[in-house]
């Protein structure tokens, strides 16, 4: 079992849309979840972080959380095209040892369209 | 007033060859990390240092070698390149090695082994 798995998309949306984005993770005891946004060609830049249970609001993007079902979610409301990208799913196990050890899933790719 | 950058940004060299990868970060950051984006697209971190002391160290062949000479700066050597080793390397920083502080990626390495 992957430890953070994403389906590989990709997602279609039409413009105006509310794209949802869904992330589950094994390690019951992970402690930090993530939304990266990668373009094409590029690095990875945060989107949101949560960590506890519930949804968390930042403009037109809602993470959501529920650590029981070990799952996260990202919904994008009033979907542009410039949010056409790979959205990666992060999230930090427990460290032995502490540390900040992000863990990847393997990107939803997300289309807007016209 | 680039927050973290690399050096170089493609690298494309023969099979067998060394080479050397550098980053560095003006955030301030204590701790910084290497991650591997394969043909795929996976992200997978492999090494980690906090204020130039080694904190994480993934399963990683010993012909990489991570090295940093202050907290600002990340160096990764890689002896005898394969071509398996064909990937883009991002170089990342957080403030410190808390499961909850973001990573900032820094713009990625295109490397290419012929």
């Known amino acids: 079992q992957k430890e953070v798995e994403q389906n590989s998309g990709p997602l279609s949306v039409p413009e105006g849309a509310i794209a949802s984005l869904n992330c589950t993770y094994s390690d019951r005891v992970s402690q930090s979840f993530f939304w990266y946004r990668q373009y094409s060609g590029k690095s990875p830049e945060l989107i949101m972080s949560i960590y506890s249970n519930g949804d968390k609001e930042d403009g037109r993007f809602t993470a959501q959380l529920n650590k029981a079902s070990q799952y996260v979610s990202l919904l994008i409301r009033d979907s542009q095209p410039s949010d056409s990208a790979t959205y990666l799913c992060?999230?930090?196990?427990?460290?032995?040892?502490?540390?900040?050890?992000?863990?990847f899933g393997t990107g939803t790719q997300l289309k807007v369209e016209l | 007033d680039t927050a973290v950058s690399q050096t170089p940004k493609y690298l494309v060299t023969q099979m067998g060859n060394d080479k050397s990868i550098k980053c560095e970060q003006n955030l301030g950051h204590d701790t910084m990390y290497w991650y591997k984006q394969d043909s795929k697209k996976f992200l997978k971190i492999m090494f980690s240092?906090?204020?130039?002391?080694?904190?994480i160290n993934e399963t990683v062949p010993n012909r990489f070698s991570p090295k940093s000479p202050d907290k600002a700066h990340l160096n990764l050597h890689i002896n005898s390149l394969e071509l398996g080793d064909s990937a883009v390397y991002f170089c990342?920083?957080?403030?410190?090695?808390?499961?909850?502080?973001?990573?900032?990626f820094g713009p990625g390495t295109r490397l290419t082994v012929l």
């Open positions: 990342a920083s957080s403030q410190k090695p808390s499961s909850t502080d973001t990573q900032y």
């Open positions: 240092y906090n204020n130039k002391e080694l904190i």
């Open positions: 992060a999230v930090n196990p427990r460290v032995t040892g502490g540390g900040n050890k992000l863990t």
